[in-house]
């Protein structure tokens, strides 16, 4: 039979379990709580005119080449930028697994991988001609994700 003390031991053991699985359990929720704030920040973001602007900008663009790039309006270069930056940032953020591919797809696939498609060309002369590999890699590696994440869907169904 068991004493007073071991009773008393047994419980507080018990008790300690239960409050490290509490914690792990809060813990959990708050990470995805942090990362769903997060994703809907940027989708907040994104959906601004200013960068709807822009992405319609990019829709629009003629250039072709680095050369004909270099020749739009600084105006327009700015909104650009602005657009590739963001990219550029959500690429960091899904490489590093502060947010969840399957938010990111859900919310900007479309959009990263025409606006990508659309500049892959002159990204990538303008690292050759600035001797710069890493111009916009975030936003080349973020396309890249959505492309596998794209594949990975299409052949499970």
Partial sequence: ?????????????????????????QLRDLVKTRQTDLVMRLYSTFGSREQWEAYRSLEAMKAKDFDEYKELPSGTKTMLDSLYTFYEGVGVLLHRKLIDIGLVDDLFSTPIIMSWEKVEPIMKEAR????????????????NEMKKREQQLASKT
């Avoid at 039979?1 to 359990?25: E, K, R, Y």
């Fill in 1 to 25: 039979m068991l004493d007073i003390p071991s009773i008393s031991a047994i419980v507080a053991a018990i008790g300690v379990i239960i409050g490290v699985v509490f914690t792990v359990l």
């Fill in 128 to 143: 050759k001609r600035r001797n710069r590999p890493q111009i916009w890699e975030w936003f080349e590696y973020l396309y």
